[in-house]
């Protein structure tokens, strides 16, 4: 069972920057695909940014192309979510999730819910305008 930890969430003013981190419990997060989701208030969870286990590609939602960027290193079990340029609109839960991926082809990212087995406990990311 993998325990996903994230941190770095906190209170900003639009157009500053966070960056959260996803440390991972298990040494084969190497292997594991992980993604980045939000819930914000009164909505669905949705899809923020995923990025193959490999490191070698990622993909993003519309709505934070251009200002967030996800990353990870493996050596240290964790990953990333780099977010410049806020806005109000991205207040919401963060989420981080994982799920074992070796299979997986080396163009493809996760995006649903239903594609993750593990997730963390959410990091609250607050913007003021």
């Known amino acids: 069972q993998v325990q996903l930890t994230e941190s770095g969430g906190g209170l900003v003013q639009a157009g500053g920057s966070l960056r959260l981190s996803c440390v991972a419990s298990?040494?084969?997060?190497?292997?594991?695909?992980m993604g980045w989701f939000r819930r914000a208030p009164g909505k669905e969870r949705e899809f923020v940014a995923g990025i193959h286990w490999s490191g070698g590609n990622s993909d993003y939602a519309d709505f934070v192309k251009g200002r967030f960027t996800v990353f990870r290193d493996n050596a240290e079990n964790t990953g990333y979510l780099q977010m410049n340029s806020l806005k109000p609109e991205d207040t919401a839960v963060y989420y981080c999730?994982?799920?074992?991926?070796?299979?997986?082809?080396?163009?493809?990212?996760?995006?649903?819910?239903?594609?993750?087995?593990?997730w963390g406990q959410g990091t609250q990311v607050t913007v003021s305008p």
């Open positions: 298990e040494r084969t997060f190497s292997n594991y695909a």
């Open positions: 999730a994982a799920a074992p991926s070796v299979f997986d082809r080396v163009d493809y990212v996760r995006h649903k819910e239903s594609e993750y087995n593990y």
